[in-house]
Nanobody
């Protein structure tokens, strides 16, 4: 069974940085898509960034230039480097994966089959 386990969340002041990691087991990057979503209290899940098996990336407009998604295929780790954090970045962050590369095209929550439990990111002023 595929497992995704996130880590790296925490509390940081606005302008600071955090690096989230997602360790993936029993899943191969040979095809498909992986990504990070977030959900703030009272809001819907929002795609943050995705990366496909060809290492093509896509970012939400709200995080472009501040966040970087990357994957280490050898270690089966998906990372999200978050810089210049803003208060509005506060949310639960989830790692997600799907065997279909098309998931990176549509970037909808429903396109991703595997999910982690989430890690909380809190940005304060």
């Amino acid at each position: 069974q595929v497992q995704l386990v996130e880590s790296g969340g925490g509390s940081v002041q606005a302008g600071g940085s955090l690096r989230l990691s997602c360790v993936v087991s029993r899943y191969t990057y040979s095809s498909g898509c992986m990504g990070w979503f977030r959900q703030a209290p009272g809001k819907e899940h929002e795609v943050v960034a995705v990366i496909d098996s060809a290492a093509s990336t896509n970012y939400a407009d709200s995080v472009k230039g501040r966040f970087t998604i990357s994957q280490d295929n050898a270690k089966n780790i998906l990372d999200l480097q978050m810089n210049s954090l803003k208060i509005e970045d506060t949310a639960m962050y989830y790692c997600a994966a799907d065997a279909r590369r098309s998931a990176c095209l549509y970037r909808r929550r429903s396109d991703f089959y595997y999910w982690g439990q989430g890690t909380q990111v809190t940005v304060s002023s």
